[in-house]
């Protein structure tokens, strides 16, 4: 029987609940033993696929194909374990399957309830995860804060599952904010002690409560949390800002709930002592002095970071395992287009310009003209998903001579559709989970700079898209030097492009940066950083002064003005 782990929040949001799971995940790993992660999300929607990023951030693609929560790009990153569609549920999943049973008549006539039907269905969710990855942990993360309405269901069918599974079996873990108060230079626990009374009200009373603050938690204020919430002081844990995420798993570890989560759960006896020298060392190496990169993230969506989640995270991977920090330039691709005098010293200040993937026809000519200012300047270039879209669409117009070169999706008129819809999209209607996705075999050509990157021929990506390279112009533009350097294994689709005669231009039809890993950068990442890197050295670029965005860690939700027009770039 699998031992369960389930993980709320309390006091705000973005606490850093996901990457508190995927650390403790980390921890169990590095005892030998097998884990298993989960999101229950307590939105309507059946999956984040349709919202858009501005809201949401990125969606993050499993292997199987679900279009997921972005928190399990964390569980990956940190437990090198991969996810599938039974690693993220939602309540529009959960009523879907519940109406979708009561109108076929499998539940006899009885009325259909929150309780039982609703929490049993949340409760099987639970246990097919756990029998699908015959895992010894299974660790469960609640999505939003205790008090909220929507998340109601899933705290009553996580508090029957302890009597269900048995209570030695299961522990609850509480993660809440400890303010602080400048005016009397002091962290509260009245907003914790809050937090637990609302979780005690749900029935639930924490075993472990984890303390996030900007400031050192002391003894005191552990010995008081534990006294007012009915919990062992050793089972409070100080979780004070990192600087990076990736240091999070060693304090935890420092703080003993390794251990005590092995003792509470009596696993003593099966496990062995924590191995995280490798973790150690990832750390170490982040924190050293190193040279720094700066890459110009071409995107639609850079007002919330989150929405390149993984692509940022990719780089920092890359950049660390060749002794560099990555510097990320967020450039919005719509400025590209309106005021390319004032942001065109920023593309020539990049070491490397990378075009992420998107949707929708807003600021489109201007990743198109980065791409083009990347290819004519032989500056490194990574282009993932629409980033290879628009590369194609820039070669066809100023090296085919293809004027009016686009995708259907921007232009359904154009006269030279060089990126088209794949023939089985054209007649769909429903717009969510009906994508080409998740993980497909790529074949690469011998000798190109991917092969050599890769160093396999065969290797497996995962995909979100709808529309691919034209086969009609394949020959044209590989004539031209645009080379194909990876194919479907029909060899019916185009998943790669390379140019031959650069120092690195390569645009992906999927979605690399979902399988890199922090111990293990992927090939394509490193190649694009190490050529950046290279370039730096060959011909030192200007540097410019611009107001300058940096990526907060400890959060992934944001406030920020949402128009209609970005609602609907969904797809």
């Known amino acids: 029987m699998p031992k369960f782990l389930f993980m709320t929040g309390g006091v705000a949001s973005s606490v850093g609940k996901g990457i508190t799971v995927a650390s403790i995940g980390r921890l169990l790993k590095s005892r030998g033993l097998t884990v298993a992660i989960m999101k229950l999300d307590p939105y309507i929607n059946v999956d984040p696929g349709t919202m858009s990023p501005f809201q949401h951030g990125e969606v993050f693609v499993t ?41 076929r008549g499998g539940y006899l006539g009885g009325t259909i309830q929150v309780i039982p039907h609703i929490t049993n269905e949340i409760k099987g969710r639970i246990r097919a995860l756990a029998q699908q990855t015959s895992a010894d942990v299974v660790i469960v993360e609640v999505g ?5 309405i929507e998340g109601e269901p899933f705290l009553e069918a996580i508090r029957q599952l ?5 209570r030695d079996d299961v522990m609850f873990l509480h993660v809440t904010l400890l303010p ?12 914790t002690q809050h937090s637990v009374k609302e979780l005690l009200r749900a029935g639930i009373q924490p075993d472990v409560i984890l303390c996030r603050s900007d400031y050192p938690v002391s003894d005191d204020i552990r010995d008081k949390i534990a006294l007012f919430c009915n919990i062992e002081r050793r089972a409070v844990i100080p979780l004070v800002t990192a600087s990076t995420i990736y240091e999070v798993p060693l304090m935890i570890e420092e703080a003993g709930l390794g251990d005590y989560l092995v003792e509470k759960l009596g696993l003593a006896s099966v ?16 924190g050293e002095d190193k040279p720094t990169v700066r890459i110009a993230l071409v995107g639609k969506y850079i007002e919330l970071h989150d929405a390149y989640l993984s692509v940022a995270e990719s780089l920092d991977h890359a950049g660390w395992s060749l002794g560099a920090n990555v510097e990320i330039d967020w450039i919005d691709s719509q400025k590209l287009e309106t005021d390319w005098d004032e942001y065109e010293p920023r593309l020539a200040a990049a070491a490397g310009i990378i075009v992420p993937g998107g949707f929708g026809s807003r600021g489109i000519e201007g990743k198109i003209k980065a791409a083009q200012y990347a290819r004519t300047h032989n500056i490194p270039y990574l282009g993932l998903c629409l980033g290879l879209q628009v590369a ?15 995708s259907s999706e921007f232009d359904p008129e154009a006269l030279d559709k060089v990126i088209d819809l794949m023939p089985d999209q054209r007649d769909l209607t429903d717009k969510g989970g009906t994508m080409r996705l998740g993980q497909w075999v790529c074949c690469l050509t011998p000798g190109s700079k991917v092969a050599q990157a890769y160093g396999e021929q065969i290797v497996f990506e995962r995909h979100r898209h709808r529309y691919e390279l034209n086969n009609a112009y394949r020959r044209r533009l590989e004539e031209a030097g645009m080379r194909i350097s990876g194919r ?36 394509l990442f490193k190649g694009f950083v190490a050529a950046a890197l290279k370039g730096m050295k060959l011909t030192p670029r200007i540097t410019i002064a611009h107001e300058g965005e940096h990526r907060d860690h400890s959060s992934h939700n944001g406030h920020h003005k949402v128009t209609a027009e970005s609602l609907g770039e969904t797809r």
């Open 392 to 406: 194609v669409i820039e070669f066809a117009r100023h090296v085919l001579g293809l004027e009016g070169a686009n």
């Open 271 to 286: 496990v062995h002592e924590p191995e995280l020298g490798d973790w150690q060392a990832l750390v170490e190496r982040i």
């Open 488 to 523: 479907s294994a029909n060899n019916n689709l185009a998943e790669i492009v390379e140019l031959e005669d650069h120092p690195w231009f390569v645009g992906t039809q999927f979605h690399p940066e979902f399988k890199s890993r922090p111990t293990r950068p992927h090939p």
């Open 144 to 148: 939003g804060t205790v008090g909220d």
């Open 162 to 166: 302890r009597n269900d599974a048995g």
């Open 63 to 103: 292997d199987d194909g679900a279009e997921t929560d972005l928190d399990l790009g964390h569980y990956e990153r940190f437990t090198d374990e991969a996810t599938s569609h039974a690693s993220n549920v939602t309540t529009g999943q959960v009523y879907a399957a519940v109406i979708g049973k009561e109108r």
């Open 180 to 191: 602080y108060i400048g005016a009397t230079k002091e962290l509260k626990t009245k907003p």
